[in-house]
């Protein structure tokens, strides 16, 4: 009984530890296809230069040294392209990277690799590396390299002729008389004697087997067959890259065109719009002349009645009848214009008690008013006297807008002057604003009130620093900027910097000074 579970255990055992054996190999062999991927990937998107690598190779060859460096990374991607290349239905037959050394040569010719494969798996499900080895042999058998010796033999005395149009005996035939200096080249002795060192290349000697590519060494083969696959890869990127350089060449050229179609559909719009605005207008000048000419053709009716009526009336019944109508449309206009005026006698019995100005300002345009409608010469005169302006309307018109800005002005500055620490700074800022009523408006102010603006005036005289904030002219009034106004915005390097009202609307709006240079701005009339 004993016997039977010691038995039991052992068999038990081993089934896990087969199953964990035959897992941990297909395991490895996956994670090589894996890392196979993966290292294309790092490859191809050039993600080795993010850890500082120059080069993919210098990456292997620092960060997998003790997995096998470049060179295994090199037989991963051989693997690879061997298993790409093969159809889905013979890929699983190989297993791992190791077994595709022997297949590597036939990836140029993908029938014949297939036929490998396929031979090496009839015999078994998973061929071993020697078995496709074997189907490889086979399908394509290679040739065995004749000796140095033997291919001298063969050469010498032999008859051959340069068959390359860029040589310069070309057409011309010699005899090789002497042995090859090395596998690609032959002393070639021509008819008139001269020996020449001339490639296999550029000779045409069907019955001479010699190479016409140079032979390495055995232990050279792989390295060069591997150097070739990295040129082929690289031009097939050079080449991915000009097709897609092209094609955004292409797209942009087309995204040109569409632009420029676009551009010129909105000008023929832009175009037959403005025709059809042309048509418009003179659309509309045919109904007025359209309505013109109704209007003409009612007058020359109305005419024609007024001369037969005129001709039945006596003459003085109708001169009465025009002097009335006159007289009608004259008084009509004179009231229109009086109920536009402002009326003078409210003034008369509540006059203004704190305004004279204001008083003024009202009678002048009373009578502009009024001689605008009547268009009297003499009330235009006397508004303009009254206002202290031209005799003109546009004059007036402008006069009584300033007049009536006053009392805005003389509250806001009172204002000003009855805060606690006033400067000159605080009136200038808000009395430059009705500078050009200056005089109006100092007449309004009570003495205390003139006397403290120039005392503060004066104080403001007193040496101050021209600092971010300040409002500044030039100091030297012989330049243009003497006379104008700008404000520092900017301190750099001991100078300051200055943007000036006037530059608003340019391209310069700024300029940089030392203190020396610039003034406090004290107003135009400083």
Not at 134 to 157: D, G, H, I, Y
Not at 451 to 475: F, W, Y
């Amino acid at each position: 009984m004993l016997t039977l579970e010691a038995e039991q255990t052992s068999a038990l055992d081993y089934t896990k530890l087969n199953n964990g054996i035959l897992d941990t190999f297909t395991a490895i062999d996956r994670f090589e296809w894996q890392a196979s991927d993966e290292l294309r990937l790092m490859r191809d998107k050039g993600y080795y230069q993010d850890g500082g690598h120059k080069s993919f190779e210098a990456y292997c060859e620092s960060e997998l040294t003790k997995h096998g460096g470049y060179r295994r990374v090199k037989d991963l991607f051989a693997a690879k392209r061997v298993v790409d290349t093969l159809p889905e239905e013979l890929r699983p037959h190989i297993t791992k990277p190791s077994q595709t050394r022997s297949l590597l040569r036939l990836v140029k010719t993908p029938d014949k690799l297939e036929q490998a494969v396929a031979i090496a798996a009839k015999e078994k499900p998973f061929p071993t590396a020697a078995d496709f080895a074997k189907a490889v042999q086979e399908v394509a058998p290679t040739v065995k390299r004749s000796t140095k010796s033997e291919q001298s033999q063969t050469q010498l005395c032999n008859s051959v002729t340069v068959s390359s149009p860029e040589h310069p005996r070309y057409g011309e035939s010699g005899v090789i008389s002497a042995d090859a200096p090395n596998h690609w080249q032959q002393i070639v002795t021509f008819a008139d004697g001269e020996r020449l060192l001339v490639n296999n290349g550029d000779l045409d000697a069907a019955s001479v087997p010699f190479p016409r590519e140079q032979n390495y060494p055995p232990e050279y083969t792989e390295a060069i067959a591997q150097i070739k696959e990295q040129h082929q890869q690289e031009l097939e990127r050079l080449s991915q890259e000009l097709r897609i350089g092209l094609q955004t060449e292409a797209a942009t050229r087309a995204e040109a065109q569409v632009q420029e179609q676009i551009q010129s559909l909105q000008n023929l719009y832009k175009q037959q719009k403005e025709q059809n605005i042309q048509l418009q207008q003179q659309l509309d000048e045919m109904q007025g002349l359209r309505k013109l000419e109704i209007e003409n053709q009612k007058l020359f009716s109305r005419i024609q009645e007024l001369e037969h009526a005129v001709e039945e009336r006596p003459s003085q019944q109708w001169g009465n009848t025009m002097t009335q109508q006159a007289t009608k449309a004259l008084n009509k206009q004179v009231k229109q214009a009086l109920e536009k005026t402002i009326d003078l006698r409210s003034l008369a019995i509540e006059p203004p008690k704190e305004n004279a100005q204001e008083c003024l300002r009202l009678m002048g345009m009373a009578l502009k008013n009024l001689a605008s409608a009547m268009n009297n010469t003499q009330a235009l005169e006397a508004a303009a006297i009254i206002l202290g302006s031209e005799p003109t309307l546009t004059a007036i018109a402008y006069r009584a807008e300033q007049l009536s800005m006053l009392p805005q002005a003389v509250s806001d500055i009172r204002s000003v002057l009855a805060k606690p620490g006033c400067t000159w700074q605080d009136y200038w800022a808000v009395a430059q604003e009705y500078e050009v009523i200056k005089s109006d408006y100092w007449a309004e102010l009570t003495t205390q009130e003139t006397e403290l603006i120039k005392t503060l005036k004066n104080s403001s005289t007193e040496p101050q620093t021209i600092s971010i904030g300040s409002i500044v002219a030039h100091a030297d009034p012989y330049r243009t900027l003497y006379l104008q106004r700008g404000e520092v915005v900017e301190e750099v390097g001991g100078k300051v910097v200055v943007a000036w009202d006037h530059w608003r609307n340019e391209l310069k709006k700024t300029q940089s000074y030392s203190r020396e240079e610039l003034r406090f701005w004290q107003g135009e009339n400083q």
